[in-house]
């Protein structure tokens, strides 16, 4: 079975031209191209005043509604009286050259992975951090930067803002490190806080490789997502926080808790802080360079002032 591949009008247009351009007689073009002889000759007849107005019509609420595609048009048009259908002004439409733009995904912006996917094997082979959102009982909106040992599930941060920036957040990374030494590697998602050239220009000159996600994937980042859930059911959810004071104060104590007291399942039911005590030894001191502005100068602005707030 010979498939057809243009419509008749478009056959017959094909035809026109070989004929015109003496390629080849009628008969043989219509022969070639499978288009009957009669079709060659047919001659559509004029659009009448109707089809003229609403051609006319149709042009006009396209023009008004340039996202509505031809169902909604039909719509329209039947609601100002016109019979019409669906088939049709598809057709008009087409003929016109109308048609709905599809929308432009945007393109997530996403880190550039320095180390491969990685599973941690011992105390600072691999970090995790991420943010989580909660707040206030009058409204005021809560920020919350974790940052987890992937090994010893020790949380080293838990701190809590109204609102962190890539340097507020650069400037706890550093807290951590000067207090548990600096990790091999760094997983995250793609948020912005995270992918900011200034943290990702700090990492690579301190010799620390990220791992970035897939994104819309949090299951590949399950540490730190598994320690959201436990937190939110034993911390959040269960505690009514009026002030951002109170918040620090509530999460600091959660954080406590956490590291030195709650047992662990994973870690045969010990707390994070004794098993790390008990399996790994003492993280070694580290030099860490400041964070560079754009112009290549070093800077430590909020960050001593940030490390003195814990």
């Known amino acids: 079975m010979r498939k057809k591949v243009v419509s008749p009008a478009h056959r017959r247009t094909l035809a026109q031209e070989a004929v015109d351009t003496g390629l080849c007689s009628q008969r ?5 191209l499978g288009l009957a002889r009669s079709t060659y ?3 559509g007849r004029p659009a009448t005043a109707r089809e003229e107005l609403l051609r006319q019509r149709l042009l006009a609420l396209s023009a008004e509604h340039p996202r509505y595609g031809y169902r909604r048009i039909v719509a329209l048009l039947r609601r100002e009286g016109c019979n019409v259908g669906k088939r049709q002004i598809q057709r008009l439409r087409r003929d016109e050259g109308l048609r709905v733009p599809p ?6 912006r996403r880190g550039v992975s320095t180390g491969l996917p990685t599973i941690a094997t011992h105390r600072n082979h691999v970090w995790t951090w991420d943010f989580i959102a909660d ?4 409204g005021g909106a809560l920020r919350m930067l974790t940052i987890l040992d992937e090994y010893t599930r020790e949380c080293h941060v838990l701190r809590a803002e109204r609102a962190l920036k890539s340097a507020d957040v650069l400037a706890w990374l550093q807290k951590a490190i000067g207090q548990h030494g600096a990790p091999e590697h760094l997983r995250s998602d793609n948020g912005s806080d995270f992918i900011a050239k200034i943290v990702q220009r700090w990492l690579k000159d301190n010799g620390i490789k990220t791992i970035y996600i897939e994104p819309g994937s949090p299951w590949q980042n399950g540490f730190v997502e598994s320690f959201h859930g436990r937190f939110r059911d034993e911390c959040l959810n269960r505690e009514q ?3 951002l004071t109170e918040a620090r104060v509530v999460v600091g104590d959660y954080r406590q808790e956490y590291n030195q007291v709650r047992p662990h399942s994973r870690l045969g039911y010990e707390s994070p802080a004794v098993f790390a005590a008990r399996s790994c030894p003492a993280p070694a001191p580290v030099g860490l360079r400041l ?5 290549g100068q070093r800077t430590n602005k909020n960050i001593n002032s940030t490390m003195s707030q814990d």
Do not use: F, N
């Open 103 to 108: 929308s432009k995904r945007k393109l997530a």
């Open 135 to 138: 707040a206030t009982v009058r």
């Open 28 to 32: 043989a073009a219509c022969r070639i």
């Open 41 to 43: 000759g047919y001659r």
């Open 241 to 243: 926080l009026w002030t």
């Open 291 to 295: 964070p560079s502005t754009g112009d």
